[in-house]
């Protein structure tokens, strides 16, 4: 079993020989493999294209489109899980300190300046990557210290963008 949170949503997921279960129910559907990275799904009368467009190991993460949108997917497997459950997750272990680019990409717009007070979830940056806008938002509460790139700056992935 491992957990995915899309949108501020989490689904439990598990997945065996049978069938795949989200949130304890049974997802029937067709794919077909359409390159390396992209895949069609039909379900029922729904048919969706998805592409997967990178993954981060470190932070668990995946960055895929569906259909025209881009979003991004968290995981968590079942080690990951329990740790949450004893409160001792990467979350709850320190204060929000930085944050980093998750990608390469050109700074199209700042959302925060130093002294701003910013809640989990907060846009604080638009990062263009792969002709695609990317907002970048806050994985904790805290208050900028210092933003360290301007507008239309070009970022390298894991660079430092703002100090909390």
Known sequence: MFSVILQNSTY????????TLVNQQA?????????DRKIHLIQGARSLEAELLAVDLDAKTLQIRLGKKTTTLQLKNQFDLL???MGMNSASSGSLKEIKAPM???????????????????VVLILEAMKMENSIKSPGDGIVKEVKV???????????????
């Open 12 to 19: 439990s997921v598990e997945k065996n020989v049978d069938e």
């Open 27 to 35: 997802i029937t559907w067709d794919l077909k493999w359409m390159g």
């Open 83 to 85: 740790l949450e459950k």
């Open 104 to 122: 390469p990409g050109l700074i199209l717009d700042l959302k925060v300046a130093p002294g701003d007070v910013v809640k989990k979830g907060d």
């Open 150 to 164: 301007s507008l239309k700056q070009s970022v390298e992935k894991n660079q430092v963008l703002i100090h909390f």
